[in-house]
């Protein structure tokens, strides 16, 4: 007999390793054909744990499929300028096709001015107003496409791999940040949804989660979307990573990630979602070598592959 819960549950996991499969065999190719080996620059100031262990995953998830990661380390300390000049001689290194600062930055660092300082080609987060711009503007294929931020991406491959065509769906998208939830929203549009987004200042979230087909939760409140709020059938993407308390006998203090959205409850409506942990986090970080990959080929006119 099938397990109904399991078909419902959208394996975020197994597809972000099955996309780092297909970007290694890609990496491979470009290195037998074009001799062209994708390089990722990696840029960490400061010493917060958090962000140690994301640049290493991220590092270690590039080398795993063939491309090139560099770190560069700057002192908690280091002058926006000391930063900025950093990424203005990564923009000219040939070998470097993606550079990534990775944020938070220390207080005394504009993040938007080192974001925009970094080229366009390069900027393999999609967070350079020019990308966004593009994104905007539906400009996405050609040499000076829009890169596309990671974690929307691995959202619209998630609800593409289970949905097919979005074209007419209405999509509600809770958030409005400028990394997930605004590039949500365009590109949603640009496949042809109806779009809504919500934020702090909606009034009737409820009534208006019940209309989505498609409702993507990015707001970082743990387990604020409710069973109720979700229409019979719609596809439930689940951004949001929130550490809440859950002792256990053992751990007193044993924290657990929980998404935005109530799954168990959820899952009773939805007719997909995804789990957290495992669902839209693996994405992100498969999008990004995806990206440094597109960057590569872009940067050396080869068509990209079509992820
Ligand atoms: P931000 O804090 O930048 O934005 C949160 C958004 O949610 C804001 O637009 C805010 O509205 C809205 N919001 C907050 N509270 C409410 C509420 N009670 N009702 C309605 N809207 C609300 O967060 P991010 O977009 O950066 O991240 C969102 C979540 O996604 C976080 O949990 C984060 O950890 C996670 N995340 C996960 C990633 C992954 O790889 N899986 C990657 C990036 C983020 P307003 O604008 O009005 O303040």
Known sequence: MTDRRNDKIIDGKGFAEALRGRIGENVAILKKDHGLIPGLAVVLVGEKPASQIYVRNKGKAAAAAGITATDYRLDTSASQAELVALVERLNEDPAVHGILVQLPVPDQIDPSA????????????????????????????????????????????????????????????????????????????????????????????????????????????????????????????????????????????????????????????????????????PMTIACLLANTVTAACRQNSIKPPAW
């Open 114 to 281: 080192v974001i925009n300082a970094i080229a366009p080609g390069k900027d393999v987060d999609g967070f350079h107003v020019i990308n966004t711009g593009r994104l905007a503007t539906g400009q996405m294929t050609g040499p000076d496409a829009a890169m596309i931020p990671c974690t929307p991406l691995g959202c619209l491959m998630l609800l593409q791999d289970r949905l097919g065509s979005l074209c007419g769906l209405n999509a509600v998208v809770l958030g409005r940040s400028n990394i997930v939830g605004k590039p949500m929203a365009a590109l949603l549009t640009q496949m042809s949804c109806t779009v809504t987004v919500a934020h702090s200042r909606t009034e009737d979230l409820p009534g208006i989660c019940r209309k989505a087909d498609i409702l993507v939760a990015a707001v970082g409140r743990p387990h604020m979307v409710q069973a109720d709020w979700i229409k019979p059938g719609a596809v439930v993407v689940d951004v949001g990573i929130n550490r809440i308390a859950s002792p256990t006998p053992d751990n007193p203090d044993f924290m657990r990630l929980v998404g935005d959205v109530d799954f168990d409850a959820a899952l009773k409506s939805a007719g997909a979602i995804t789990p957290v942990p495992g669902g839209v986090g």
